[in-house]
């Protein structure tokens, strides 16, 4: 079944502690992506990713990173989270860039930073 | 950036159709109309996109009005889990897709 898979569905975790969320798709997408959503700002862009070992910022890059090594994974890295970070991320792909080319969204990733 | 604007809330009557509104204003001539929906907390999930024409698929129907100012999502017959929120997205092509609020549809028996 072609999908986008995150990992892990819940994360509770401390300020500081370094952690990553894995994001996986099996249908062979060049343009990969996370997003971030609270409430009341909808869903905001964090980084994409349009094809192997090129990344750029979204909307709010701060305090994230990413690598794309391999065309399939596009982890979400988080060097030393905050509270602030609490939020339900979500990960997507789609074939390319191309303005024909619908996301596919993972079910997310809702992580709290106490 | 391309904005869109949507009502944040609709109600709509089982099995009539849903008209979900969204203006877009400053539309570039050459960006595309994405329509997504949120069920609960779930992943978005792609409906429909167009450009300039009319569109239609198994799920629903797009207007966009000449200008490309404004467009409709058209649920024919809605259910009840047609209940979600609906976001009507404008494609940048600087690689940022930018989410507006959406409208959240309940539909009600």
């Known amino acids: 079944e072609a999908q986008v898979t995150q990992n892990p569905r819940y994360l509770i975790t401390v300020t500081g502690k370094k952690l990553t969320v894995t994001c996986s798709q099996n249908?062979?997408?060049?343009?990969m992506s996370w997003y971030r959503q609270d409430p009341g700002l909808g869903l905001r862009q964090i980084y994409y990713?349009?094809?192997?070992?090129?990344?750029d910022k979204g909307d709010v890059p701060e305090g994230y990173k990413v690598s794309r090594k391999e065309k399939r994974n596009f982890p979400l890295i988080l060097e030393s989270p905050s509270p602030n970070q609490t939020s339900l991320y979500f990960c997507?792909?789609?074939?390319?860039?191309?303005?024909?080319?619908?996301?596919?969204f993972g079910n997310g990733t809702r992580l709290t930073v106490t | 950036d391309a904005k869109t604007t949507q009502p944040p809330s609709m109600d709509c009557a089982e099995g009539r159709a849903a008209n979900l509104p969204c203006n877009h204003s400053?539309?570039?001539?050459?960006?595309?109309v994405y329509w997504y929906r949120q069920i609960h907390s779930q992943g978005p999930q792609y409906i429909i996109h167009?450009?300039?024409n009319n569109e239609t698929n198994e799920m629903a129907s797009l207007i966009i009005t000449e200008d490309r100012k404004s467009s409709t999502l058209i649920l024919p017959h809605a259910t009840l889990r047609d209940t979600a929120v609906y976001y009507c997205?404008?494609?940048?092509?600087?690689?940022?897709?930018?989410f507006g609020q959406g409208t959240e549809l309940s539909v009600k028996p």
């Open positions: 997507a792909s789609s074939l390319s860039k191309g303005r024909a080319s619908p996301l596919h």
């Open positions: 249908m062979n997408h060049e343009y």
């Open positions: 990713s349009m094809n192997v070992e090129v990344t």
């Open positions: 400053t539309i570039s001539g050459n960006e595309y």
């Open positions: 167009g450009l300039k």
């Open positions: 997205i404008l494609y940048n092509q600087g690689g940022k897709l930018i």
